[in-house]
T-cell receptor
Framework: GEDVEQSLFLSVREGDSSVINCTYT??????LYWYKQEPGAGLQLLTY?????DMKQDQRLTVLLNKKDKHLSLRIADTQTGDSAIYFC????????????FGSGTRLSIRP | DSGVTQTPKHLITATGQRVTLRCSPR?????VYWYQQSLDQGLQFLIQ???????AKGNILERFSAQQFPDLHSELNLSSLELGDSALYFC??????????????FGPGTRLTVL
């Protein structure tokens, strides 16, 4: 099917690492993305990874891609209250990666 | 600020009515996408336009239609509204040609409430 799947909720303690997982279906996806949606706002691209990469690190963010299992994860180190948001996994499809399929989003909440 | 604008910000209407949501893409972007976000369905892709022509269709109901005008702004028309159409409607744009990863830039959304 077309689904990009991710769990709906994740709760972590402030200062711990958060790991948000996602599975996708199209092995020919060119790019895989993580978008962040803060309360009352639209989605914003957080990071992305090209499909020929296994890992990408950007400050507190680490993206891991397992193409064999079609599994993508986002690790946020030292999670802060400002990281509270909904995180969407997405994959690109089609010509020039013009079609992007989003997961349903994982709501990350931070507890003190 | 993503550069994508949407109006109105909020819309309250009654069942059976018809509304039009408007989107202005980032300057230079040729593609416009419409999404519906509701609590029970998550983020659903509705439709994409590229330079005035329909490019891709998602889970868009027959009661809904969209168009993209020569100045590249887009409108989403929702008719015969039902309670279940209450949701956040997002517009996104892409395609300026400078982004290697086809990033979509999202507007702030229009919150539609059908009473």
């Amino acid at each position: 099917g077309e689904d990009v799947e991710q769990s709906l909720f994740l709760s972590v303690r402030e200062g711990d690492s958060s790991v948000i997982n996602c599975t996708y279906t199209d092995s020919s996806s060119t790019y895989l993305y993580w978008y962040k949606q803060e309360p009352g706002a639209g989605l914003q691209l957080l990071t992305y990874i090209f499909s020929n990469m296994d890992m990408k690190q950007d400050q507190r963010l680490t993206v891991l891609l397992n193409k064999k299992d079609k599994h993508l994860s986002l690790r946020i180190a030292d999670t802060q209250t400002g990281d509270s948001a909904i995180y969407f996994c997405a994959e690109s499809r089609g010509l020039r990666a013009s079609k992007i399929i989003f997961g349903s989003g994982t709501r990350l909440s931070i507890r003190p | 600020d993503s550069g994508v604008t949407q109006t109105p910000k909020h819309l309250i209407t009654a069942t059976g009515q018809r509304v039009t949501l408007r989107c202005s893409p980032r300057s230079g972007d040729l593609s416009v996408y419409w999404y519906q976000q509701s609590l029970d369905q998550g983020l659903q892709f509705l439709i994409q336009y590229y330079n005035g022509e329909e490019r891709a269709k998602g889970n868009i109901l027959e009661r809904f239609s969209a168009q993209q005008f020569p100045d590249l702004h887009s409108e989403l028309n929702l008719s015969s509204l039902e309670l279940g159409d209450s949701a956040l409607y997002f517009c996104a744009s892409s395609g300026r040609g400078t982004s290697e990863n086809n990033e979509q830039f999202f507007g702030p959304g229009t919150r539609l409430t059908v009473l």
